[in-house]
């Protein structure tokens, strides 16, 4: 008896099991030049189908034939282990739950039924888009549309509970099934597209709309809105398109509290968390496609308030972005993702990754917007596919066809120039933020509140973030240091030690404080002023399941940051650090130290105490300088880990990376610890000894749990963090508050925050001869000039800077 393989098997069942109303035809790319005019729903499903399918490229030309290639194995690959089963579609994903609930079993049985249709999706477009080596295999066809029986007679249907997380049933699965019925719409038949129409009207109802609350705000709506759309579309029926459409318009204000956008730039999800670079990524990417899928037809979106998700291009996410990358202290979770077990690919996410997704939607969101508005994005586009050297965009692994079709033409664009890197200071007092940017690098920090969390761990992903938002500082150089957190940075750096932070070392669990933005602190001094260039930052930092305290500040220059810590106190039983740096030197890096002149050995496991260094350089990032010395201890090692290790999702594999780490060690349980030093990126040793050198170049005026401050006179910079009130110097606060005062000639701008965010009234005194306030905000109240200049505040409750003009005597 000849032996039957598996993979015939499943041909055989596939070709019994295909129902008689199949018919083969040409696939979808091949019919995307027919007239739509007749039907709307129609002309919807086709702009849908180029939207994600992509228009106007060679698939025989770089970048497009080697994707179309890689789609095809990847959908070869997924061909030859799909197998019909009871509970399955393919063995390594079952999704018959046998006791049905929304424990994390349950997440997992939802979350393989999502996969299901994931890669049925990913078999429809290799179907689908040309050059892929089964463009219109009508085999294929038939495997797809019996798999898509099969998982619908099984578990997506209109009869069918739904178990484990409700996203896989409201977003997930109906998000691939309706692209995917928008890809093979004529092959599918009426029985079909009424059955899969009735499956998402069942999990979800237009009651998933009717309150802007719950799991219904912000990215979540909009990933709600576009199922209501596309199954307005597939379905013929008005009134889903407008009620999707209707329903987008809760997103778009600006919120003080909770989910969305905020008047100052930042972006909130689950409460407590800053997710810019996720879900709001997700809230960007389809908004910019809803947009395009409405516009010109009965249901295009023209609530005026969508101008404000055009002005969070600028305001909300390019801030945000650095040389293609995205700002892991904004992508919550996500940044623990590294690679999943799911991915058959085994590709790395990571923040280079994640910011390629979000330009690629600037990209499509710049159809919708103003011609001055899209003139400005596509430079900005131009720009960062320029700079995008560690990663580059136009081959990423992030994005499809389609976008990358949509970026190509402005790379190649002859009228586009591309737009430099930015520089100066933003300030996001709703979600605990600062970005800073200089020539030749950037930085941003993390802190947490009341307000905002820790970290944010939840589904079994991000289990050892626990510090991130204790005063973690990033940064990298335009040249150097792109792929610090990108490369395998959050599976092996040791999170007891993440970069600036000051931490206790108390075990933790994985997972400490609570999932879902449960983990915050009692404070709310968390804030910082800012001209738009340089800025003063603080944080009142209680620390994560801990007694430990400390008063940290960041001073925000030219060429440094400046990073004072006092008011350092613990109870733990344990030791306390801070952080200088810990940086990711790669698989194989030997970067040298060089400690106040002397070159140090680069022996792996070697760690060493420097009393009273005064500088340390490390070889291809930049320097650090100590002011009045400091006890310095550096560690150079290898660690291994595993995505695993922090996401239940994550391969086991291990991955080592070596690394770098400087701290200053506080002791056991100190009671009045403090530290000061500078970072200086990109710098080169004689450049970070001579600043050393250079006394006068910076002054500190105060570094106490009461107050902190710092003098830079070369710049005319001033600033201070009152933590209680008093005189620092030649400035006096009636109330916490933080100031920075730059001085250039006969002017000054003053800038004030109240980061308690009490709305009482803030008096600042300036004693310095001030003969005229020549401009103010209407916040800022002139008591007094002259002699010195009085100011008060009225700081209101969302952290915000309040700034006035002077003339200087």
Same mark, same amino acid.
């Given at each position: 008896?000849?032996?039957?393989?598996?993979?015939?098997?499943?041909?055989?069942?596939?070709?019994?099991?295909?129902?008689?109303?199949?018919?083969?035809?040409?696939?979808?790319?091949?019919?995307?030049?027919?007239?739509?005019?007749?039907?709307?729903y !129609?002309?919807?499903? %086709?702009?849908?189908? @180029? /939207?994600?399918?992509?228009?106007?490229? $060679?698939? =025989? *030309? &770089?970048?497009?034939?080697?994707?179309?290639?890689?789609?095809?194995?990847?959908?070869?690959?997924?061909?030859?282990?799909?197998?019909?089963?009871?509970?399955?579609?393919?063995?390594?994903?079952?999704?018959?739950?046998?006791?049905?609930?929304?424990?994390?079993?349950?997440?997992?049985?939802?979350?393989?039924?999502?996969?299901?249709?994931?890669?049925?999706?990913t078999?429809?477009?290799?179907?689908?888009?040309?050059?892929?080596?089964?463009?219109?295999?009508?085999?294929?066809?038939?495997?797809i549309?019996?798999?898509?029986?099969?998982?619908?007679?099984?578990?997506?249907?209109?009869?069918?509970?739904?178990?484990?997380?409700?996203?896989?049933?409201?977003?997930?699965?109906?998000?691939?099934?309706? !692209?995917?019925?928008? %890809?093979?719409?004529? @092959? /599918?038949?009426?029985?079909?597209i009424? $059955?899969? =129409? *009735? &499956?998402?009207?069942?999990?979800?109802?237009?009651?998933?709309?009717?309150?802007?609350?719950?799991?219904?705000?912000?990215?979540?709506?909009?990933?709600?809105?576009?199922?209501?759309?596309?199954r307005?579309?597939i379905?013929?029926?008005?009134?889903?398109?407008?009620?999707?459409?209707?329903?987008?318009?809760?997103?778009?204000?600006?919120v003080?509290?909770?989910?969305?956008?905020?008047?100052?730039?930042?972006?909130?999800?689950?409460?407590?968390?800053?997710?810019?670079?996720?879900?709001?990524?997700?809230?960007?990417?389809?908004?910019?496609?809803?947009?395009?899928?409405?516009?010109?037809?009965?249901?295009?979106?023209?609530?005026?308030?969508?101008?404000?998700?055009?002005?969070?291009?600028?305001?909300?996410?390019?801030?945000?972005?650095?040389?293609? /990358?995205?700002?892991?202290?904004?992508?919550?979770?996500?940044?623990?993702?590294?690679?999943?077990?799911?991915?058959?690919?085994?590709?790395?996410?990571?923040?280079?990754?994640?910011?390629?997704?979000i330009?690629?939607?600037i990209?499509?969101?710049?159809?919708?917007?103003?011609?001055?508005?899209?003139?400005?994005?596509?430079?900005?586009?131009?720009?960062?596919?320029?700079?995008?050297?560690?990663?580059?965009?136009?081959?990423?692994?992030?994005?499809?066809?389609?976008?990358?079709?949509?970026?190509?033409?402005i790379?190649?664009?002859?009228?586009?120039?591309?737009?430099?890197?930015?520089?100066?200071?933003?300030?996001?007092?709703?979600?605990?933020?600062?970005?800073?940017?200089?020539?030749?690098?950037?930085?941003?920090?993390?802190?947490?509140?009341?307000?905002?969390?820790?970290?944010?761990?939840?589904?079994?992903?991000h289990?050892?973030?626990?510090?991130?938002?204790?005063?973690?500082?990033y940064?990298?150089?335009?040249?150097?240091?792109?792929?610090?957190?990108?490369?395998?940075?959050?599976?092996?750096?040791?999170?007891?030690?993440?970069?600036?932070?000051?931490?206790?070392?108390?075990?933790?669990?994985?997972?400490?404080?609570?999932?879902?933005?449960?983990?915050?602190?009692?404070?709310?001094?968390?804030?910082?002023?800012t001209?738009?260039?340089?800025?003063?930052?603080?944080?009142?930092?209680?620390?994560?399941?801990?007694?430990?305290?400390?008063?940290?500040?960041?001073?925000?220059?030219?060429?440094?940051?400046?990073?004072?810590?006092?008011?350092?106190?613990?109870?733990?039983?344990?030791?306390?650090?801070?952080?200088?740096?810990?940086?990711?030197?790669?698989?194989?890096?030997?970067?040298?130290?060089?400690?106040?002149?002397?070159?140090?050995?680069?022996?792996?496991?070697?760690?060493?105490?420097?009393?009273?260094?005064?500088?340390a350089?490390?070889?291809?990032?930049?320097?650090?300088?100590?002011?009045?010395?400091?006890?310095?201890?550096?560690?150079?090692?290898?660690?291994?880990?595993?995505?695993?290790?922090?996401?239940?999702?994550?391969?086991t594999?291990?991955?080592?990376?070596?690394?770098?780490?400087?701290?200053?060690?506080?002791?056991?349980?100190?009671?009045?610890?403090?530290?000061?030093?500078?970072?200086?990126?990109?710098?080169?040793?004689?450049?970070?000894?001579?600043?050393?050198?250079?006394?006068?170049?910076?002054?500190?005026?105060?570094?106490?749990?009461?107050?902190?401050?710092?003098?830079?006179?070369?710049?005319?910079?001033?600033?201070?963090?009152?933590?209680?009130?008093?005189?620092?110097?030649?400035?006096?606060?009636?109330?916490?508050?933080?100031?920075?005062?730059?001085?250039?000639?006969?002017?000054?701008?003053?800038?004030?925050?109240?980061?308690?965010?009490?709305?009482?009234?803030?008096?600042?005194?300036?004693?310095?001869?001030?003969?005229?306030?020549?401009?103010?905000?209407?916040?800022?109240?002139?008591?007094?000039t002259?002699?010195?200049?009085?100011?008060?505040?009225?700081?209101?409750?969302?952290?915000?800077?309040?700034?006035?003009?002077?003339?200087?005597?």
């Amino acid at each position: 008896m000849p032996r039957i393989t598996r993979r015939a098997a499943l041909r055989a069942a596939l070709a019994t099991a295909a129902t008689a109303s199949l018919t083969v035809t040409t696939p979808g790319i091949a019919r995307a030049t027919q007239s739509d005019t007749a039907d709307p729903y !129609d002309t919807l499903r %086709h702009t849908w189908r @180029d /939207l994600l399918l992509g228009t106007g490229f $060679d698939p =025989t *030309a &770089a970048p497009y034939a080697a994707r179309l290639a890689a789609l095809g194995d990847t959908a070869a690959g997924l061909r030859a282990t799909m197998q019909v089963a009871p509970g399955s579609l393919w063995p390594d994903l079952p999704y018959a739950d046998p006791d049905p609930d929304t424990d994390a079993e349950s997440y997992t049985f939802s979350g393989n039924l999502t996969n299901s249709f994931n890669r049925l999706r990913t078999l429809t477009e290799a179907y689908a888009q040309p050059g892929t080596g089964l463009t219109g295999d009508a085999t294929l066809l038939t495997e797809i549309l019996t798999g898509l029986d099969h998982l619908h007679a099984e578990a997506y249907n209109a009869a069918q509970a739904r178990y484990g997380n409700w996203w896989s049933w409201q977003i997930g699965i109906p998000q691939a099934l309706l !692209d995917i019925a928008t %890809h093979l719409y004529d @092959d /599918l038949g009426a029985t079909r597209i009424a $059955d899969y =129409t *009735a &499956a998402v009207d069942h999990f979800v109802p237009d009651s998933a709309v009717a309150q802007y609350t719950g799991t219904s705000t912000g990215a979540n709506r909009v990933d709600l809105c576009r199922v209501i759309a596309l199954r307005g579309v597939i379905g013929k029926n008005p009134a889903k398109l407008a009620l999707a459409r209707d329903a987008l318009s809760p997103v778009f204000p600006y919120v003080t509290t909770g989910d969305g956008l905020y008047a100052d730039g930042s972006f909130i999800q689950h409460t407590y968390v800053p997710y810019a670079g996720s879900y709001g990524a997700v809230m960007l990417g389809g908004l910019s496609l809803l947009f395009a899928l409405l516009e010109g037809s009965d249901w295009a979106v023209t609530d005026p308030n969508r101008q404000i998700i055009l002005d969070s291009v600028e305001k909300a996410y390019a801030p945000l972005l650095f040389n293609g /990358l995205a700002m892991d202290n904004v992508s919550g979770r996500a940044v623990s993702r590294g690679v999943q077990k799911s991915d058959t690919r085994r590709v790395l996410q990571d923040d280079h990754l994640r910011g390629h997704g979000i330009i690629a939607c600037i990209a499509l969101l710049a159809r919708s917007a103003s011609p001055a508005e899209r003139t400005r994005w596509e430079g900005m586009i131009k720009g960062w596919i320029t700079r995008a050297h560690y990663r580059p965009i136009l081959t990423s692994d992030a994005l499809g066809i389609a976008q990358l079709a949509r970026l190509k033409t402005i790379a190649d664009s002859t009228t586009t120039t591309a737009a430099p890197e930015p520089t100066g200071h933003r300030l996001f007092p709703a979600m605990d933020r600062a970005v800073h940017r200089r020539p030749g690098w950037a930085a941003t920090v993390s802190m947490a509140s009341k307000r905002i969390t820790y970290y944010e761990n939840g589904n079994g992903e991000h289990l050892r973030g626990w510090h991130s938002g204790s005063g973690m500082l990033y940064w990298w150089g335009d040249t150097f240091g792109n792929g610090q957190y990108s490369d395998s940075f959050w599976a092996t750096v040791d999170p007891m030690r993440l970069p600036g932070t000051t931490v206790s070392r108390k075990p933790l669990a994985d997972g400490e404080g609570g999932a879902w933005g449960a983990a915050r602190p009692d404070v709310r001094w968390v804030g910082g002023a800012t001209d738009g260039t340089y800025a003063a930052v603080g944080q009142y930092l209680k620390g994560l399941s801990s007694t430990m305290q400390a008063k940290k500040s960041w001073f925000f220059l030219d060429d440094m940051i400046v990073c004072l810590g006092a008011g350092i106190l613990s109870r733990d039983g344990t030791g306390v650090e801070t952080i200088v740096d810990n940086r990711n030197l790669g698989a194989n890096g030997t970067h040298a130290l060089t400690v106040d002149g002397a070159v140090q050995p680069t022996t792996l496991g070697r760690q060493s105490t420097f009393r009273g260094a005064r500088w340390a350089h490390l070889a291809g990032f930049g320097g650090y300088v100590f002011p009045g010395g400091t006890d310095l201890t550096a560690l150079r090692e290898a660690r291994t880990g595993s995505w695993s290790a922090i996401n239940t999702g994550g391969t086991t594999d291990p991955v080592t990376r070596r690394y770098l780490t400087l701290w200053t060690d506080h002791g056991t349980d100190p009671t009045a610890g403090d530290y000061a030093y500078a970072i200086l990126p990109g710098a080169s040793a004689r450049q970070t000894a001579a600043r050393a050198a250079d006394a006068g170049r910076l002054r500190i005026l105060a570094n106490t749990g009461d107050q902190q401050g710092l003098r830079a006179p070369a710049l005319g910079f001033t600033g201070v963090n009152f933590w209680l009130a008093g005189t620092v110097d030649d400035l006096t606060a009636s109330a916490p508050a933080s100031v920075m005062i730059r001085q250039s000639g006969g002017t000054a701008t003053v800038c004030v925050s109240g980061p308690l965010r009490d709305g009482a009234a803030i008096d600042l005194t300036w004693q310095r001869p001030v003969t005229a306030v020549t401009s103010a905000d209407p916040t800022v109240q002139v008591l007094a000039t002259g002699s010195a200049l009085t100011l008060r505040i009225t700081p209101g409750t969302l952290g915000a800077v309040h700034k006035a003009q002077v003339t200087l005597d």
